[in-house]
C-alpha cells in the first residue's frame, strides 16, 4: 500500500464524519426550530382576548383631548405623564414598554380608535435599534383576534449579537425570541403560585446611574476610538428602515395623517457612551427625517443633541454604558427631559393651530 493510499484511507472516514456531523447538526437545528414555532403559534394564539391592554398607570390627568405616548421601555422611562398632562392640558395614555414595536402600535391604534374620537398628540419615542425588532406576541394577542400570530419565523430576521452565526442556525438566529416564549411560559406557570402567595414582595425597584466605564470588548478593525475612551467596545450597526416593522410604521403615520393628528417623531437623549456604541446616529436620525418627510402633520424632534439636553451627566441616565445600546434616562433625567418636551410643544401647538399648517418639518 503506497502511502497516498493510506493517506486516503485516514481522510476518507474524517471526511464522512464532518459531512455527516454538518448534516445532524442541520437537520436538528430546524427540525426543534419548527417544533418550537408550532408550540409557540399554538401558544400565544391561545392567548388572545381581543381586549385593548394597558398598565394600571396608562392615563394620566385631564384635559382638551387625549395624547397618546408610544414607545418601547426606552419611552416607558422618559416620558411623565404628570408633566406632559399639565404643561399640555392633555389627557395623557402611555402605553409603551419592551417588546412594543411599530406592527404593536398600528394595530393598538386601531383599537383606540373603534372607543375614542382622534387624540390632538401622538408622541413616538424613536430607537436607534427599532427597525430590527419585532413586537412582542404576547402583546399582540390581546390586541385583535383578527392579527395572524406566526411565532419564531427565522425568515428575514437576525440576531444582532452575531449576524455570521445566525446565518447557520435558525435556533441562534431567533434566540431572544425563544428566551421569551420560555419566560413566558414559566411566568404562567409560576403565576398560580404566587398569587397564592401573601408575602409578594412589593418593593419598588430602584434606578441606577449609569455605571462606570467596564472593561473591553472586541473593536472591529479600522474603528476609530476616541482619546478619552479608555477601553474598548463593540459598536453597533444601524438597520435603516424599513427593516422588521418599519412598514407597519409608515402604515400608522398614514392613518395619523387621515386623522389629523399632530405626531412628535421624539429622538431620547442617549449617555455619550451609548451614542458612541450607537455610532450610526447620522444615518439612524436622517432616516428619521426621512421618514417624517411625506407627512405633513409630522415633526421630528431631536432631544439627542448635547445643546439641547446634557449626554455626559451619568446621574441623568441607566443602563448607559460602552458597549451598551439600550439606554434609559434615569428618573432625574426622565424630569428634565418631559419639563423640556412639555414646555416645547406647549410653544408648538399655541392658538390651537391645525397641525399641518404650523410645523416646520423638523424642530429642536
Excluded at 298 to 320: H, P, T
Aim: contains cysteine; proline residues 7%.
Amino acid at each position: 500500500m503506497t502511502e497516498t493510499s493510506a493517506a486516503r484511507k485516514r481522510w476518507v472516514p474524517a471526511g464522512l464524519s464532518v459531512c455527516i456531523f454538518v448534516l445532524s447538526f442541520f437537520a436538528f437545528d430546524r427540525l426543534l426550530m419548527l417544533g418550537l414555532r408550532r408550540s409557540a403559534t399554538a401558544y400565544y394564539t391561545a392567548l388572545k382576548t381581543d381586549t385593548l391592554p394597558g398598565k394600571k398607570d396608562a392615563v394620566f390627568g385631564q384635559g382638551d383631548g387625549d395624547a397618546l405616548i408610544f414607545g418601547s421601555s426606552r419611552a416607558d422611562t422618559a416620558f411623565r405623564q404628570d408633566i406632559l398632562s399639565a404643561r399640555l392640558n392633555k389627557r395623557i395614555i402611555k402605553e409603551t414598554g419592551p417588546g412594543r414595536f411599530p406592527r404593536f402600535f398600528y394595530y393598538y391604534y386601531q383599537k383606540y380608535r373603534q372607543e375614542n374620537p382622534p387624540p390632538k398628540i401622538l408622541f413616538y419615542g424613536m430607537d436607534y435599534f427599532m427597525f430590527e425588532k419585532e413586537s412582542s406576541l404576547e402583546d399582540l394577542a390581546g390586541l385583535d383576534k383578527t392579527i395572524t400570530l406566526d411565532a419564531l419565523n427565522p425568515a428575514g430576521t437576525v440576531n444582532g449579537a452575531s449576524p455570521l452565526l445566525s446565518r447557520v442556525s435558525w435556533l441562534y438566529r431567533k434566540k431572544p425570541d425563544i428566551d421569551s416564549f420560555i419566560s413566558s411560559l414559566i411566568k404562567l406557570e409560576a403565576a398560580p403560585a404566587a398569587s397564592a402567595r401573601e408575602d409578594v414582595d412589593t418593593a419598588p425597584v430602584v434606578e441606577e446611574a449609569a455605571p462606570p466605564r467596564r472593561r473591553p470588548l472586541v473593536l472591529p478593525p479600522g474603528f476609530q476610538v476616541q482619546a478619552d475612551q479608555a477601553h474598548w467596545y463593540r459598536p453597533r450597526k444601524y438597520m435603516s428602515h424599513p427593516g422588521v416593522e418599519g412598514a407597519y410604521l409608515q402604515k400608522l403615520l398614514t392613518v395619523l395623517e387621515q386623522d389629523g393628528v399632530l405626531v412628535l417623531l421624539v429622538i431620547i437623549p442617549d449617555y455619550r457612551s451609548t451614542n458612541d456604541t450607537n455610532f450610526e446616529q447620522k444615518k439612524y436620525k436622517r432616516d428619521i427625517l426621512t421618514l417624517a418627510r411625506p407627512f405633513p402633520n409630522a415633526v421630528v424632534l431631536d432631544y439627542n443633541r448635547r445643546d439641547l439636553f446634557n449626554l455626559s451627566d451619568a446621574s441623568l441616565f441607566w443602563k448607559g454604558d460602552w458597549g451598551k445600546t439600550n439606554c434609559h434616562l434615569s428618573y432625574e433625567g426622565m424630569t428634565q427631559f418631559s419639563r423640556k418636551l412639555g414646555t416645547k410643544v406647549r410653544t408648538m401647538t399655541a392658538g390651537n393651530a391645525a397641525p399641518n399648517e404650523a410645523k416646520p418639518r423638523s424642530q429642536t
